[in-house]
């Protein structure tokens, strides 16, 4: 299984972007998505969920500006991101997870994709 995020890039404060990540070798659509993102020098952290029902959540400084959404069909996430601000700057990381046909634990993780907010 494989995860490759992309769309990130530099984008001026206030403007808009959208991530995608998307899943190959096996069908994900009873797995949770969750986007993550490691500003420069901190933790990662959890930036918004979406269950395999289609259920939303979001971290607080996000709520209102970004949306995240998924393709079953395409086995892809994506989170779209509206008047960004330079705290969004990060390394955004996505994650799947639910169990698998053999009742097991699946947890994947992207590579990473960068964005940069200037101000």
């Known amino acids: 299984v494989q995860l490759q995020a992309s769309g990130g890039g530099l984008v001026q404060a206030g403007g808009s972007l959208r991530i995608s990540c998307t899943a190959s070798?096996?069908?994900?659509?009873?797995?949770?998505w969750t986007w993550f993102r490691q500003p420069p020098g901190q933790q990662r952290e959890p930036v918004a969920a979406?269950?395999?029902?289609?259920?939303?959540t979001y971290m607080d400084p996000v709520k209102g500006r970004f949306t995240i959404s998924r393709d079953n069909a395409k086995n892809t996430v994506y989170l779209q991101m509206y008047d960004l601000k330079s705290e969004d700057t990060a390394a955004y990381y996505c994650?799947?997870?639910?169990?698998?046909?053999?009742?097991?634990?699946?947890?994947?993780w992207g590579q990473g994709t960068l964005v940069t907010v200037s101000s």
């Open positions: 070798g096996g069908d994900f659509s009873s797995h949770g």
């Open positions: 994650n799947l997870v639910g169990l698998n046909s053999r009742k097991t634990m699946d947890i994947f």
């Open positions: 979406i269950s395999k029902m289609g259920d939303t």
